[in-house]
Nanobody, 116 residues
Framework: QVQLVESGGGLVQPGGSLRLSCVAS????????MGWYRQISGKERELVAT???????VYVDFAKVRFTISRDNDKNMVFLQMGDLKPDDTAVYSC??????????WGQGTQVTVSS
């Protein structure tokens, strides 16, 4: 089992920045892939970015320029640096981790609200 706890969400003005963090803990930390999804109210959850243990990253189109994903394998953490935030980025951002066995785990999510 893996537990994931996110932090760093909050209220930010349009054009501002936020850095989300997620720490993994548990009995099996052989984590291959980590990343972030988001769910905008009333919409389905969507991928934001992923990063492998080796550092290979994948971004969806809206995140390619404004967001940066990074990872600290020693601390079992993943981060999402978000810049030039827009009201459309308002969502619950959830961390996920996938073990080398393929089993996925999810955090509870952290709310990001972009508003003036």
């Amino acid at each position: 089992q893996v537990q994931l706890v996110e932090s760093g969400g909050g209220l930010v003005q349009p054009g501002g920045s936020l850095r989300l963090s997620c720490v993994a803990s548990g009995s099996d930390l052989r984590i291959h892939l980590m990343g972030w999804y988001r769910q905008i109210s009333g919409k389905e959850r969507e991928l934001v970015a992923t990063i492998s243990r080796g550092g290979s990253t994948v971004y969806v189109d809206f995140a390619k320029v404004r967001f940066t994903i990074s990872r600290d394998n020693d601390k079992n953490m993943v981060f999402l640096q978000m810049g030039d935030l827009k009201p459309d980025d308002t969502a619950v951002y959830s961390c996920f981790a996938q073990l080398f066995s393929g089993q996925p785990f999810w955090g509870q999510g952290t709310q990001v609200t972009v508003s003036s």
